[in-house]
């Protein structure tokens, strides 16, 4: 991740985008087009920030990107590194599966519900790629459910909620953003799951931890440096959101190598998430 980067904006949405084919007018002219007028922040190694003023809806953009990126014009090809999203509509409900997320101080916890902070950590259970993991992550754990459960690369802790509210016994929660893990941790405690689940602060490659099902909500830039290690992780079964286009494919052909075969694929708004499982020999 890199949280970092972010300026002194941290609650409006930001992106992470690699540039790697055309010119940065190019880009500028497609931002304009979403309608994001200021230019990208250049970080260095073709990647750019792009943060997304108030009046630009964060999904529509995602969306936008997503077109891009699965189909690209011959002068421009861009890459999602990253983002980092504001809960959206925060003090209303959100309807997420088979959950319900609140604002604090309107409810209490309880089954079908989960309680979110607004913040910055991704999950707000607004964006296709958090709500195709829920659906997954949901059917999983009504067919069986897992003694260990661990959510990579958590953001605000949705998915480590959800998998704990289906009656996952343990949880381990991993995010290496210090304020998206502080989040999560206040997120889980207002939930009064701490029992059940414990929020790292620390790159995946510092975790020893085995899991029976491993979920993990990334970009697909993440996802491919981490996938050697997700499946070194997980016992039996992996879910992962966050793809693509032909992604999904790819990401499908990378786990057969690594012996998960792909079980179930869903489909959102140009969005995909895949549940495999680890092949018996």
Partial sequence: MIGEFYGKNPGRPAAVVQLSRGTVDDFCAFLADCGIDSPPQPLGKSLYLVHLPDEVEVNPFLSRLAGQIEDPPPELALELVET????????????????????????????????????????????????????????????????????????????????????????????????????????????????????????????????????????????????????????????????QGRQADEFSAIFAAGGFVEEERLAEEGWQALTLRRQVS
């Fill in 84 to 243: 980092r999203m504001a809960v959206a509509g925060a003090g209303k409900r959100v309807a997420c599966g088979e959950f319900l997320l609140i604002a604090p101080g309107t409810e209490g916890p309880g089954p079908g519900r989960i309680i979110l902070s607004p913040g910055i950590g991704f999950g707000s259970g607004s964006h296709p790629s958090t709500r195709l993991a829920v659906a997954l992550l949901s059917r999983y754990l009504n067919e069986f459910i897992p003694k260990s459960v661990l959510d990579a690369g958590c953001g605000s802790g949705l998915l480590a909620m959800v998998a704990a509210r289906l009656g996952a016994r343990r949880v381990l929660a991993v995010e290496v953003d210090a304020r998206a893990a502080a989040e999560a941790k206040e997120n889980v405690a207002i939930n009064a799951l701490s029992g059940t689940i414990e929020v790292k602060n620390c790159p995946m490659e510092e975790i020893e931890a085995d899991a029976d099902l491993l979920v993990a909500n990334m970009t697909p830039a993440v996802l491919c440096s981490l996938a050697p290690r997700l499946m070194a992780m997980a016992g039996e079964g992996l879910i992962v959101s966050g793809l």
